[in-house]
Antibody, heavy 115, light 107 residues
Framework: EVQLVESGGGLVQPGRSMKLSCAASGFTFSNYGMAWVRQAPTKGLEWVATISYDGSSTYYRDSVKGRFTISRDNAKSTLYLQMNSLRSEDTATYYC????????WGQGVMVTVSS | DVVLTQSPATLSVTPGERISLSCRASESVDTYLHWYQQKPNESPRLLIKYASQSISGIPSRFSGSGSGTDFTLSINGVELEDLSIYYCQQGNSLPYTFGAGTKLELK
């Protein structure tokens, strides 16, 4: 059974950093591109970043470019999102997803950016 | 950026009804268009991928059609468990974008 389990969220002050992790199991992690999608409270879904199966290619939405870094450790079957210089508008539930046409999602982790 | 416009924003439905939800793209996305269902406090669930491809485990009453800029998600015989928000998403060009969603509610 495919499982994606996010961790690392919480309350953080504006301008500070936070790192999210997504532990994958039930499939060959190194065969799939992965992505982070977020959802602000009561809002719709927003793509954040994508990484290729081997980590050689990464893509970001403009509003996080230069602040967020998506990475992966295929030996540990884990996806990461390093978030720096956090802003209030980054407050959201962050989901880890697999592939294109996101067939599998984690349960989501809440990130609240507030002083 | 490709803008996806979903209509209607809200649809009041009666169980058993056949309904269609629309997703219109501001430029062609070929068939790189996916549909998701999201219930309150749950993660989204993929219903249809690449405009019309069915997903294992998804009830057969859900179907998708379209290509280019106009897409439709159809539910043939709405059930109470289908009351939720439906999003379309394009994976043709960066940044990948989602529509604002269509909420199905009980009439």
């Amino acid at each position: 059974e495919v499982q994606l389990v996010e961790s690392g969220g919480g309350l953080v002050q504006p301008g500070r950093s936070m790192k999210l992790s997504c532990a994958a199991s039930g499939f060959t992690f190194s065969n799939y591109g992965m992505a982070w999608v977020r959802q602000a409270p009561t809002k719709g879904l927003e793509w954040v970043a994508t990484i290729s199966y081997d980590g050689s290619s990464t893509y970001y939405r403009d509003s996080v470019k230069g602040r967020f870094t998506i990475s992966r450790d295929n030996a540990k079957s884990t996806l990461y999102l390093q978030m720096n210089s956090l802003r209030s508008e980054d407050t959201a539930t962050y989901y880890c997803t697999r592939g294109s046409g996101y067939g599998y999602w984690g349960q989501g982790v809440m990130v609240t950016v507030s002083s | 950026d490709v803008v996806l416009t979903q209509s209607p924003a809200t649809l009041s439905v009666t169980p058993g009804e056949r309904i269609s939800l629309s997703c219109r793209a501001s430029e062609s996305v070929d068939t790189y268009l996916h549909w998701y269902q999201q219930k309150p406090n749950e993660s989204p669930r993929l219903l249809i991928k690449y405009a019309s491809q069915s997903i294992s485990g998804i009830p057969s009453r859900f179907s998708g059609s379209g290509s280019g800029t106009d897409f439709t998600l159809s539910i043939n015989g709405v059930e109470l468990e289908d009351l939720s928000i439906y999003y379309c998403q394009q994976g043709n060009s960066l940044p990948y974008t989602f529509g604002a969603g269509t909420k199905l509610e009980l009439k």
